[in-house]
T-cell receptor
Framework: DVKVTQSSRYLVKRTGEKVFLECVQDMDHENMFWYRQDPGLGLRLIYFSYDVKMKEKGDIPEGYSVSREKKERFSLILESASTNQTSMYLC????????????FGPGTRLTVL | AQKVTQAQTEISVVEKEDVTLDCVYETRDTTYYLFWYKQPPSGELVFLIRRNSFDEQNEISGRYSWNFQKSTSSFNFTITASQVVDSAVYFCALRISGSARQLTFGSGTQLTVLP
């Protein structure tokens, strides 16, 4: 059974804190993605990675960074959390072939106070 | 640039009614892939179907069916005899060929099926 797991379902942080969101997949997928989901906006891509140590900016990378030191793990980092980063964060992975669907984790609902 | 429009923000139906969720897409590419995902209250997106741009054959899977029409750039999703468990947010998404980069998602349709 394919699996994408995220380190937390719910997270509450203070403005200015450094926040790490972790994502692990067990499917040996090359591609990994971080999205944020906001009401009325659907899912928007923050960053993605197609290989270890490789990353590319998505549509809304400002205020975020990522790290991929191992193939199975993709971390999203909020260097200095702000209230406008309160959102649902979804991690996904997919094989390299572009016709394949992405597999999603359960999401992390982050609240920044 | 790609775009996916789901004009229906919220739909509410009574159990056993049929319901169609609309999806209209925009792309200049001739090879692309369309997807539908379901997001139940638990939050995890569940893949429902993938269609490539060369395959306009409609598909039926149990109570679910999909109508892909390139002429109108639409990929609509119909649930027949809806059930309460169908209540979820449904997303339509598009990926162009040669881009493992990302899915372009619509804004989603919240479907509520009332008992």
């Amino acid at each position: 059974d394919v699996k994408v797991t995220q380190s937390s379902r719910y997270l509450v942080k203070r403005t200015g804190e450094k926040v790490f969101l972790e994502c692990v997949q067990d499917m040996d997928h090359e591609n990994m993605f971080w999205y944020r989901q906001d009401p009325g906006l659907g899912l928007r891509l923050i960053y993605f990675s197609y290989d270890v140590k490789m990353k590319e900016k998505g549509d809304i990378p400002e205020g975020y960074s990522v790290s991929r030191e191992k193939k199975e793990r993709f971390s999203l980092i909020l260097e200095s959390a702000s209230t406008n980063q309160t959102s649902m964060y979804l991690c996904a992975s997919s094989p390299m072939t572009n016709y394949n669907e992405q597999f999603f984790g359960p999401g992390t609902r982050l609240t920044v106070l | 640039a790609q775009k996916v429009t789901q004009a229906q923000t919220e739909i509410s139906v009574v159990e056993k009614e049929d319901v169609t969720l609309d999806c209209v897409y925009e792309t200049r590419d001739t090879t692309y892939y369309l997807f539908w995902y379901k997001q139940p209250p638990s939050g995890e997106l569940v893949f429902l179907i993938r269609r490539n741009s060369f395959d306009e054959q409609n598909e039926i899977s149990g109570r679910y069916s999909w109508n892909f029409q390139k002429s109108t750039s639409s990929f609509n999703f119909t649930i027949t005899a809806s059930q309460v468990v169908d209540s979820a947010v449904y997303f339509c998404a598009l990926r162009i060929s040669g881009s493992a980069r990302q899915l372009t998602f619509g804004s989603g349709t919240q479907l509520t099926v009332l008992p």
